[in-house]
C-alpha cells in the first residue's frame, strides 16, 4: 500500500510541474448546448468549460466538432486526445481516462405525445418495438447489457429523430440536457414529446484516450476542482442550463 501511495504523490508532483507541451486534439460533436458550431467556431457548455481547463493548465490544443462515430475511434486509436462530452459508463471505463463530470443529467425513454403511450417499466420499453438509438451513444450500451432486443441502432441523433418524428419508432431514448435541441434538428419541440421511466444518470466527463500521459490527465482533473472551488464552473453552467445540478466534486 506505501509503495502504490507513494507512486501516486510522484505523479500529483509531476502534475504540478509545467505543462505537457504535446498539442492536444479536442473532440467532439454536434449536441447543442453541450457542443455545437456557431459562425464557424465550436461553442457551447462543454466547449467553454474545456477553453476554461486549457487556460489553467497552460496546454495547448484545438478542439474539432466531427461525428460522433470517428470521434469515438479516433480518441480510443491515439495519445493526447480527449473526447467530450462522454457519458461515463461501465461499458466504457477501461477505454479512457476520466477528468469530471462536468454536468450531469438524467436519461429517459421519449415518444411523441399524439401516440398517447403509457412505459412505466424497463420491461414494457423492451417490449414496445422497434427503439431507434445511435449505435454508438452509451444510451445503445447500456441498454443493450440490460438485454434489450429491441434496439434498432442508426448513425446519428438526427437520424433517431427522424424516424421518431415519422412514426418509424414509437420509442427513442436520449437524455434531458441534449433533448431540446435534438428535437429543433428535425421541427420538433420537448412538448411535442412525452418522457416515460428514467433509467440512468448521465454524468459528462472529458474522455482522454489510454495512451495519453497519467500527467496531463491528473493536471486537468485538478484545474477541473479548482473551478468546482472558485465558482466558475457554476457560473458556466447557469449561463448555458440554468436549472440544472452541479456535479459532484470528484479527486
Not at 486549457?54 to 480518441?75: C, F, K, S, Y
Not at 462536468?102 to 414496445?128: E, P
Request: aromatic fraction near 8%; include cysteine.
Amino acid at each position: 500500500m506505501g509503495k502504490r501511495v507513494n507512486q501516486w504523490l510522484c505523479v500529483l508532483l509531476l502534475a504540478l510541474s509545467a505543462p505537457v507541451q504535446a498539442q492536444l486534439r479536442l473532440l467532439t460533436e454536434n449536441a447543442p448546448p453541450m457542443s455545437f458550431t456557431r459562425d464557424g467556431e465550436p461553442s457551447g457548455l462543454s466547449v467553454e468549460v474545456v477553453r476554461a481547463l486549457l487556460a489553467r493548465t497552460g496546454d495547448n490544443g484545438q478542439i474539432e466538432v466531427m461525428p460522433w462515430t470517428r470521434a469515438l475511434h479516433l480518441a480510443q486509436q491515439e495519445e493526447d486526445i480527449a473526447l467530450f462530452s462522454t457519458v461515463r459508463t461501465a461499458e466504457r471505463e477501461h477505454r479512457f481516462q476520466w477528468v469530471g463530470p462536468i454536468v450531469v443529467g438524467t436519461t429517459s425513454f421519449y415518444s411523441l405525445k399524439s401516440r398517447d403511450l403509457v412505459i412505466d417499466t424497463l420491461q414494457q420499453a423492451a417490449a414496445s418495438g422497434p427503439l431507434a438509438l445511435p449505435k454508438q451513444w452509451y444510451t445503445y450500451e447500456t441498454l443493450s447489457s440490460k438485454g434489450f432486443t429491441n434496439l434498432y441502432g442508426v448513425p446519428s441523433s438526427r437520424q433517431m429523430m427522424v424516424m421518431l418524428k415519422h412514426g418509424r419508432v414509437k420509442l427513442i431514448a436520449t437524455e434531458d440536457l441534449t433533448l431540446a435541441g435534438e428535437l429543433a434538428a428535425v421541427d420538433l419541440k420537448p412538448q411535442d414529446v412525452t418522457a416515460h421511466v428514467p433509467f440512468m444518470r448521465s454524468a459528462y466527463y472529458i474522455a482522454f484516450s489510454p495512451q495519453t500521459s497519467v500527467v496531463r490527465v491528473v493536471r486537468w482533473q485538478r484545474a477541473l476542482q479548482q473551478m468546482h472551488e472558485d465558482g466558475s464552473l457554476e457560473a458556466i453552467l447557469r449561463r448555458w442550463l440554468p436549472h440544472a445540478p452541479m456535479p459532484p466534486v470528484q479527486p
